[in-house]
């Protein structure tokens, strides 16, 4: 079958229209016809800015939108983005801004910005869309929180256990507990970062370096977090305020309750130690129990334990008899009796009791003799 100039024209014809009509849109990542330009990132904080303009080659052409996108490059779970960021739209050019506030994590953040428009005619005389993506990225780099409500109480064996108030932030690494002791001029760490718990309120830490020589200790603890690079360093640190305790001196220490030596907190035993800012009420070792000043305002007895098998007196007993001081004239030597608060010797005590059986004894015998001598005798 031969087929001549006119017909091959008209199946070139008809296969150009078919084109036309079912030919689907083009899209493109990078269209020559639409070109974006971004500015530098602008970083405040925990709050980045990202913005630029775009513009279609065709002086018919027009914008039809624009989403910026920024994820977090360590946690790929968390972005911030924005649908409709450019105003104008259906203009040839148009300028475009997004502002993520409050982002969560530190560090690198990666941002994706596509450009939509779309020209009037394409190479098949469609009206197609076309885009361009332009990325860019910022760091974000705060500090953390001081930590809150720091305190530092001695416990019986004389470690010291702080506490504090457990940070909010989502990627903060943990603390790190500093001290300054009798013996040193500055903070410094001790022990290891304590990881930051899961969840609940408060965090504590417990020191047993301090039992072996005791004194007045600060603390602080410094909340780390990742820096702008992501990584652990101390450009993301905070410090707390300190925490005073004083830490009783082991027995016979230089210092301690009991020792003598310069340097013991005054009171004795039981005595209370101020703090310093943010710091706890710490006590020394209990004192002897005192029931003097119980006693004289007039207080109810204490109980008192009875041994099984034994009964008090009766209702006259009483357990806050007034007892007067010791005078001087009341002491007693060692062969001496003290009855009802005098005191006497055992041979002055004897002497009546002498006397008396001797007296006794010639009433008998004055008895006797009267019967013998004044009594007539009887007559047979």
Request: charge should be neutral; aromatic fraction near 6%; charged fraction near 10%.
């Given at each position: 079958m031969r087929v001549g100039g006119r017909g091959l024209a008209g199946m070139a014809a008809v296969a150009i229209a078919s084109l036309v009509v079912l030919a689907p849109a083009t899209t493109a990542m990078a269209d020559p016809a639409l070109t974006v330009s971004l500015d530098p990132p602008g970083v405040d904080g925990a709050n980045a800015t990202v913005s630029g303009s775009a513009e279609m080659a065709g002086p018919l052409d027009w914008i039809t939108g624009?989403?910026?996108?920024?994820?977090?490059?360590?946690?790929?779970?968390?972005?911030?983005?924005?649908?409709?960021?450019?105003?104008?739209?259906?203009?040839?050019?148009?300028?475009?801004?997004?502002?993520?506030?409050?982002?969560?994590?530190?560090?690198?953040?990666?941002?994706?910005?596509?450009?939509?428009?779309?020209?009037?005619?394409?190479?098949?005389?469609?009206h197609a869309p076309v885009s361009t993506r332009q990325d860019t990225s910022f760091n974000v780099e705060v500090v953390p929180a001081p930590p809150a409500n720091v305190t530092a109480v001695a416990n019986p064996d004389r470690s010291v256990t702080v506490r504090w108030s457990r940070n909010t932030e989502p990627d903060l690494v943990g603390y790190q507990v500093q001290r300054r002791g009798p013996s040193t001029s500055g903070f410094q760490p001790v022990g290891l970062v304590v990881n930051q718990p899961p969840d609940g309120s408060t965090v504590s830490w417990t020191d047993t370096t301090t039992a072996p020589s005791g004194g007045q200790f600060e603390f602080l603890v410094v909340a780390v977090?990742?820096?702008?690079?992501?990584?652990?360093?101390?450009?993301?640190?905070?410090?707390?305020?300190?925490?005073?305790?004083?830490?009783?001196?082991?027995?016979?220490?230089?210092?301690?309750?009991?020792?003598?030596?310069?340097?013991?907190?005054?009171?004795?035993?039981?005595?209370?130690?101020?703090?310093?800012?943010?710091?706890?009420?710490?006590?020394?070792?209990p004192a002897p129990l005192d029931l003097s000043s119980f006693l004289a305002t007039g207080g109810a007895p204490p109980a008192i334990a009875v041994p099984g098998g034994v009964t008090l007196p009766d209702g006259t007993f009483s357990a806050t008899l007034p007892f007067g001081p010791k005078n001087a004239s009341d002491t007693a030597g060692a062969d001496s009796v003290k009855i009802l608060g005098h005191s006497t010797s055992r041979r002055t005590l004897l002497l009546p009791v002498a006397t008396g059986l001797l007296m006794c004894v010639l009433a008998l015998h004055l008895r006797r003799f009267n019967r013998r001598v004044l009594t007539p005798p009887l007559v047979p």
């Open positions: 624009a989403e910026i996108t920024a994820t977090s490059r360590k946690h790929p779970g968390t972005s911030a983005s924005c649908s409709n960021c450019a105003d104008p739209v259906g203009q040839k050019a148009t300028h475009f801004s997004f502002t993520a506030q409050g982002l969560d994590y530190n560090g690198p953040y990666d941002v994706a910005v596509v450009v939509s428009g779309r020209k009037i005619v394409d190479a098949f005389f469609n977090r990742p820096d702008g690079d992501g990584v652990v360093s101390d450009r993301a640190t905070s410090a707390s305020a300190g925490a005073a305790v004083s830490v009783p001196a082991p027995p016979g220490a230089p210092g301690a309750p009991g020792s003598g030596a310069p340097g013991a907190p005054a009171g004795g035993a039981g005595t209370l130690f101020a703090p310093g800012p943010g710091g706890a009420f710490t006590t020394g070792s």
